[in-house]
């Protein structure tokens, strides 16, 4: 049963033309593209939607994503560790055929229609952002959050933590945990250092501030181009996409769905796959089968 739930609530069915219902908190602002004229329940339902949407409306965009197939079962969770330092990864260490898209920052720009095209496209995303940004557009990534999206941490400040002293580094990272904790009502489990750059006192203390991992990334997306980090110019099962609120974040992330279909894989929620496993029930027994108490 909790393996149910949990699937449930991770949510974030991809299959992004599977379903068209949307999330019942949510007034349907759009009917996804993909639905045909003769799917039309009445004739006196609202305009019929145009053949041709303009170029980049929500409506090109959604009429471009990719058919994923359904994304696999959540796996037996990474158990955190209990003590120590949090894994740093490129890469989530699974074999499903998944991929993970992230977005950063905050405050150069957040386009209009991302939160509508995430809920519409069922995109996961984990948005790892500096905490004054946060502050200062929190409805904006509230409707993120509504409709799926996971707010991580990312600092106050975007420095170069490597090298810093240890009070510097706490200040940025648990001072921005606290922050978002502030605005969100949840504690942050990842901490994604500004640059990727970071040391042993960045580990040490992202692990005191409740990160259960620090992440970096595989592959980049800008103005809808994807970026490889390794010679094999295809994702693999575990990648992590790194992207920006920026003003083309509606390109990459349509870029990224497209990568992501092309490489066979389905976009999954990041931390379906890093947060600790649930507590072992009365009888001792874990929650979930498999997974190590
Ligand atoms: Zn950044």
Not at 261 to 276: C, F, Q, S
């Amino acid at each position: 049963m909790a393996f149910v739930a949990l699937l449930a609530l991770s949510g974030c069915a991809t299959n992004a033309k599977a379903s068209t219902q949307p999330t019942p908190a949510q007034t349907p602002v759009v009917t996804p593209s993909w639905s045909s004229p003769s799917a039309s329940p009445s004739p006196t339902a609202s305009p019929a939607k145009p053949t041709h949407p303009a170029y980049k409306s929500l409506d090109w965009y959604l009429a471009r994503v990719p058919e994923f197939p359904p994304a696999p079962p959540v796996p037996e969770l990474t158990e955190a560790p209990a003590a120590g330092t949090p894994p740093f990864w490129l890469r989530v260490p699974t074999d499903q055929k998944v991929a993970f898209i992230t977005i950063d920052d905050g405050a150069l720009a957040r386009p209009a229609d991302v939160p509508a095209f995430i809920r519409e496209a069922h995109i996961p995303v984990t948005m790892f952002l500096n905490s004054p940004a946060a502050t200062e557009h929190t409805d904006y990534f509230k409707q993120i959050e509504a409709v799926g999206g996971v707010v991580e941490n990312h600092t106050i400040n975007h420095p170069s933590l490597r090298g810093m002293s240890y009070a510097a580094q706490h200040h940025e990272i648990c001072g921005s945990a606290d922050k978002l904790q502030q605005l969100f009502g949840k504690r942050a489990t990842l901490f994604r250092p500004p640059f990727g750059d970071h040391d042993d006192t960045t580990l040490a203390v992202a692990h005191e501030c409740g990160a259960k991992a620090v992440l970096y990334w595989s592959a980049t997306v800008n103005e809808g181009i994807v970026r490889y980090q390794t010679p094999i110019k295809l994702l693999q099962p575990g990648d992590v996409l790194l992207m920006h609120f920026r003003p083309a974040l509606m390109d990459d992330l349509l870029g990224a769905l497209k990568a992501i279909h092309k490489a066979g894989l389905t976009p999954a929620l990041l931390e379906d796959y890093v947060t600790p496993p649930p507590p072992p029930t009365a009888d001792g027994e874990p929650l979930l089968p498999g997974v190590p108490r």
